[in-house]
C-alpha cells in the first residue's frame, strides 16, 4: 500500500507478482497515475511477496481479504479463471475492473477497449445503471494490429486483413521465457532440451501453434484475433491471422497484409499512421531501416515500417508492426484505459 496523493484513487493491481501485473505497477509509476493508494494483490501463495512500484516496495497481500468497496480501480491479471470468479463480484462492489484476460471480451455487455481506436465507447457504457463494471483489453496480438489499422480504415476503409503474426515467448507468461532461456542454456552447453510448456522447442525455432486448435484448423489465438478485430474496430473487416510463437524474449511482430475499398498510396499511408496516436513510423528503405522486436522492448509505441504498395490486388498495402506485448499488448493498455475514463471525467475517487 502506497500513499501518493490524497486526492487520487485507490487502484488494485490483481496478479502483481505476474510479468503483466508487474509491468502494470511500472507503468503506474512511470505515467504519474494518480494514485492515493497502490494496492498488490494475488493468490494465499504470494502473500508476502515483495513488488517494486517505482522506488517503492509493496508486500503481496491476498486477493480473498481485500475489502473492494474501498477501491476505485482494480487492474486484472490474473488469468480467465479467476477473473470469472472475481470480476463480477468486484464490480458489485462498485469497483472498476479493467480485464486482461479473455474472459470477458466476447460478452456482449462488456466493451472491448484499445483507446486509441475506440475510446469513444467508453462514456455511454460508464453511464449505465445496470453495466458490469468491467472493461476487457483485447489480446496482446490484435492491440497493437488495431492501432495501425485505425487511421487507414478511417482514411480508405479497410475491407480484409490477412496477418502472420511472430510472437514473442512472453506471451506465454513467465514459465514461456524461463523455458526459452534453459533450452538456449542447454543447448550451448550440450545438455539435453527439456520442453515444458510448449508443444515442440522454442530455442532456435519456430511453431505454428499459440493457444488449442478448433476444429476448423485455426487456433483460438488466430480466431481470437480475428473476433477482437470486428468488435474493436468494424464488423464487416474480414481477416485471417497465422499465429507463430518465436525465440524472442519480449515484443510480438506482424507481417500485415491490407485491401481497400478505396484507393490509398503508400506514401499516403506513410503520412496517415505518421501523426496517428500511439504509431511511430521508423520506415526508411535502407539497411536498418525498420524496428525489431528487440529495438521495441520497454517502449510504449506500436512501430511500423516497411510500407509499400500490393500491386497484387486493386487497393493493397503491406506493412511490418511491432511492439512490446506486455505493455501496449497488456499493462500499458490497461492504464491507459484507466486514463481515458478519469480524463473524461466518467469515474471519481470514492474518497473524493
Known sequence: M?????????????????????EMLSILDERAFPVSEVIALASSRSVGTEVSF??????VQNLEHHDFANTDICLMSAGSGVSKEWSPRIGAQGCLVIDNSSCWRYDDRVPLVVPEVNAHVLPEYMARRDKLNIIANPNCSTAQLVVALKPLHDKATITRVVVSTYQSVSGAGKEGMDELDRQTKALYSLQEVVTKKF????????????????????????WKMTVETKKILDPKIK????C??????ISHSEAVNVEFANPITADEARDILRSAP???????REDGGYITPHEAAGEDATYISRIREDSTVENGLAFWCVSDNLRKGAALNAVQIAEA??????LTPKAA
Open 54 to 59: 517505482g522506488d517503492r516496495v509493496l508486500k
Open 278 to 284: 500511439g504509431v511511430l513510423v521508423i520506415d526508411k
Open 239 to 242: 481477416l485471417t491471422a497465422t
Open 199 to 222: 508443444t515442440k522447442r522454442i530455442a532456435f525455432n519456430l511453431i505454428p501453434h499459440i493457444d488449442v486448435f478448433m476444429e476448423d484448423g485455426f487456433t483460438k489465438e488466430e
Open 341 to 346: 475514463i478519469i480524463n473524461r471525467k466518467l
Open 244 to 249: 507463430v510463437r518465436v525465440p524472442v524474449f
Open 2 to 22: 502506497v500513499s501518493k496523493s490524497a486526492e487520487g484513487f485507490r487502484v488494485a493491481v490483481v496478479g502483481a507478482t505476474g510479468n503483466v501485473g508487474r
